[in-house]
């Protein structure tokens, strides 16, 4: 039924664009080199490629709705092996969600990958592809830890114990379903591979892109609460008030003491008031003027010092020569008559 409901659309498909296949193996194809790339992320050049591989793999989304591939009601079995591939859209459409690095929409974004994986992990269980629990919704109940008390940890060691667990099993699992995926991988691609063997081929994609499913999801779980954190940071300091101007401060009066301050106010024409910014420059200015004052009786100190300092020097000169010319006329010993016989 599905086939040829593909087949009466087909000639559409071929006017408005790529077909589902094409879609479907371009998004895959983009998601393997994003994935397998050495280059950053963040570069615009593999962010354009995660840009590419969603726009085809959201038409592929749409085309499944219009033609309404897949039921609720219907089994498995009743969903043809060329058919099984395309289960794997919502999945592909959340691994390269998450390759999106903007940081301001980062919350929506992993919001929108979780709702993707969460749709994929839904199909999955409704046509029992494999075996799992559907990871609880981050607000309900069971999503949030459980009580305290000695019931409340009880709880939380089996849940772990039970998480653990799972974890274990899905590691095992993923390594026999990659073993398995590539010992059949080449003869699906190659086109050698009978109808069994590509049913088998596309479920174990399924069943692996499941517990990677489960995987993306618990670390989403994790980086919504901090993703929520700060953004009720970022809001909490944003409304926050200024900080209120102070107010200017009114200037006041100088007096002896508190007596006067209530008897006197300003103005009073026998009391010399002023405030204390002119208070303060009236200082500022006294202090100059008595600086200028010091320096200049400094300067004239100086100078008088000098002017005595030469003076002394021509008084000194003049003794000396005086004494020396009285040394030229009078011998040593005149005037000393003590020791006379």
Known sequence: MAEAVMAATGDVEEVAGPRLPQLLETGRRLLGEVEDTNESTNSRFIQEKVKQGLESLNKASRMLAQLDLFSPNEELEEISSADLKYL??????GALTLKQVNLSQRLEQVQTARAHFMDFLKQCQNYQITKFE?????????????ADGPAGSQQNLVAMASHRQAKIERYKQKKELESKLASLESAVESSRADE?????????????????????IESIDQEIVIL???????????????????PPTKPFILTRDTAQ?????????????????DWYEQRQKWDTHKNTT?????????????TKSEEEDEDTLYKKRNWDDWKDTHPRGYGNRQNMG
């Open 261 to 277: 301050a209530k008897v006197f106010g300003s103005g009073y024409p026998s009391l010399a008031t002023m405030t204390v910014n």
């Open 88 to 93: 794997m859209v919502p999945a592909l459409q």
């Open 228 to 246: 929520k954190a700060r953004d009720l940071g970022k809001q909490a300091s944003t409304s926050r008030m200024p900080p209120q101007s102070r």
């Open 294 to 306: 010091v320096n200049l009786n400094q300067e004239a100190e100086d100078e008088d010092q000098e």
């Open 134 to 146: 559907l990871p609880p919704s981050p607000d309900s109940p069971t999503g949030k830890k459980s």
């Open 196 to 216: 069994e063997q590509v049913r088998e081929y596309y479920l174990l994609h399924l069943q692996k892109w499941a517990n990677i499913s489960l995987e993306e």
